[in-house]
């Protein structure tokens, strides 16, 4: 087959990584591509947005089936396009990617088919906004409140605030677009859930999902779950709390209910179907669902699967999980992103990195880049989040220490990493 993977990141590197070593590949392109995919794929110049230039590119190119990475083009519609002229396509329609691009869609469904979620409400109007809040503090007493744009913010459209004052701060920075642009020209006003967070992952083909395995990320930019929130700054896999019991309830609770909400909506969801979930004492409930492989997630979900991950993504478009299945290392995998100075604000590009290829040689470790660009011999850093140095081991503490072993190799004096990844594997004992 001739494949096509559109996006740039961690994310589709793995994807690259893992669609390069299929049997069914015959010809990998990627656009627009980075440094590291360059080693797996053809990368072409042309942005993970410019939906007819990639509509072209598959159809001159005679592309037999295309990977979307990003949610971007996705709810732009670029599935859509590709369907219309006649090329297959993983990754759901712009009717189903609102899941991702719209909270409040996503909040009306699961309130509509009674899916677990937090209590919430939605607003254009930062006056009824601030009205809601104040009669809501009575109810939250205590607790923060959770002000979420509704579009797409680069996972970075969370503001968990500490006080109603600075809860209706947030809505009007949002409504504004001060902060966040058209995203932000909704917003939705949520309950802060307790508990532990967890990313489940399945594959979709409409009507069956398919799980996979759970991973857990990191969010918060410095050690201990500290400073802003950013796309994420490492993750591993397995997640010790999703229990094999957990799991079953997610899919009976959630995931199940939204394919079957999907299509009676009249917009069947076919794709990687990402619930971010909170295991709170009363049960898992979904705090958002993203339409893509989760970034970093993705990485370590690829260094688990066993099984050819293209015969996955074909039955799921095709409508055949009915009787699909995958096979996993049992083995944990963990990865550190590192990040450009100024990460998540106002990060620094062109600094060179150095020491990959002793990083990689590490037992166990495989490199994943998510923001780079090659100078000639040079590879420089040409994004926030910049690498992915990732490790698989049968053990939580031995892939952490790999993954740090390779991090430690890799002279870029313009990066940095949070040094804690996976604490709470650790913490309990894992």
């Known amino acids: 087959m001739r494949i096509l993977v559109v996006g740039s990141g961690g994310r589709e590197h793995a994807l690259c990584w893992a669609i390069a070593a299929s049997p069914l590949c015959d010809k990998l392109y990627c656009a627009p591509g980075n440094a590291g995919i360059a080693e797996v794929a053809e990368c072409i110049a042309i942005g993970q947005e410019d939906l007819p230039v990639l509509v072209d590119f598959a159809q001159r190119e005679h592309i037999d089936f295309v990977v979307v990475g990003p949610e971007g083009p996705l709810v732009a519609g670029l599935a859509d396009r590709l369907a219309e002229a006649g090329i297959k396509v993983f990754g759901p329609s712009a009717a189903a990617a609102r899941l991702e691009g719209s909270k409040g869609f996503t909040k009306d469904l699961c309130r509509k088919y009674g899916i677990p979620t937090a209590g919430y409400e939605r607003f254009t109007d930062v006056g009824a906004a601030a009205s809601y809040i104040r009669r809501q503090g009575n109810i939250w007493q205590n607790q923060p409140i959770v002000i979420k744009a509704d ?63 759970a991973a857990q990320d990191h969010k918060r930019v410095g050690d201990g779950d500290t400073g802003p929130n950013t796309g994420g700054m490492g993750a591993y896999s397995p997640a010790p709390c999703v229990t094999p019991q957990i799991a079953e309830r997610v899919m009976a609770e959630i995931v199940r209910p939204t394919v079957r909400a999907m299509a009676a909506e009249g917009a069947p969801y076919r794709g990687v179907l990402f619930a971010g ?28 699967l066993k099984s050819d991950l293209m015969p996955a993504l074909i039955a799921t478009a095709d409508g055949a999980l009915a009787h699909f299945d995958l096979r996993w290392h049992d083995e944990t995998a963990l990865t550190v992103v590192m990040a450009a ?21 590490i037992d166990g470790v495989t490199v994943f880049h998510a923001g780079t660009r090659r100078d000639g011999e040079r590879i420089l850093a040409n994004g926030g989040r910049v690498l992915n140095v990732t490790a698989m081991a049968p053990s939580v503490a031995e892939a952490r220490r790999r993954a740090y072993d390779a991090v430690d190799r890799i002279d870029w004096p313009g990066g940095f990493c949070r040094r804690d990844i996976a604490w709470r594997a650790l913490a309990a004992g894992t």
């Open 151 to 213: 579009g797409l913010a680069a996972g970075k459209g969370v503001i968990i605030a500490t006080s109603e004052a600075e809860a209706i701060a947030a809505v009007e920075d949002m409504l504004s677009g001060n902060r966040f642009g058209a995203a932000g020209s909704a917003v939705v006003v949520e309950e802060f859930l307790q508990g532990e967070e967890a990313s489940f992952f399945a594959l979709v083909d409409g009507t069956h999902a398919l799980p996979l395995v």
């Open 277 to 304: 979930l909170m295991l709170t004492p009363s049960g898992p409930k979904l705090i958002e669902y993203n339409c893509r492989f989760g970034d970093p997630e993705c990485q370590v979900l690829m260094m688990r």
């Open 341 to 361: 100075e100024g990460y998540p604000d106002s990060p620094k590009k062109g600094s060179e990195i150095r020491g990959l290829d002793a990083a990689g040689a």
